[in-house]
């Protein structure tokens, strides 16, 4: 692995980490920084939408209102590059809580699930960003 390559794949772990405090902590305008304009996005796995990022963002802001306590936690995260992009799958977990405060367990509202991010990712003047996310979900419970 060569410099490039290790900047790379470090600049692309930032920009994992971007992604999941822009939707955690409703910061929907840092999604600018992880997608480019033409980027599709599709969340219809989990029960969600697919659409362009400025679709998304108001979608995210409007479905996840009801969740304040938000935490998506990344985990194994495979890299294949090849001509200016890169293909990234990404395990996560993610938690939606209808409260910040502490609350049981078994509260009625809470969200817990998992699976993998799949970005397809190019090199651009600002960076890495991704132009395609489609997430696959492996499990989820809620009560």
Known sequence: ?????????????????????????????????VFTPDAVIDYRAAGGIRGTRAEVKEWLASALAGWPGR????????????????????????????????????????IQGGGWYHHRMRRTPDGWRSHELVEEQAW????
């Not at 992604?19 to 305008?29: C, F, Q, R």
């Not at 989820?140 to 009560?143: D, G, K, Q, V």
Request: with cysteine.
């Open 140 to 143: 989820r419970t809620a009560t």
């Open 71 to 110: 935490l998506h936690v990344i985990g194994c995260t495979r890299v294949d590059f090849g001509h200016g992009e890169a293909q990234v799958s990404a395990s996560f977990t993610d938690t939606l809580s209808p409260s910040r405060d502490m609350i049981p367990a078994g509260t009625k509202g809470l």
């Open 1 to 33: 692995m060569d410099t490039r390559e290790i900047a790379d794949r470090l600049e692309i772990a930032n920009l994992l980490a971007r992604y999941t405090h822009a939707v955690d902590s409703g910061t929907w305008d840092l999604l600018d920084e």
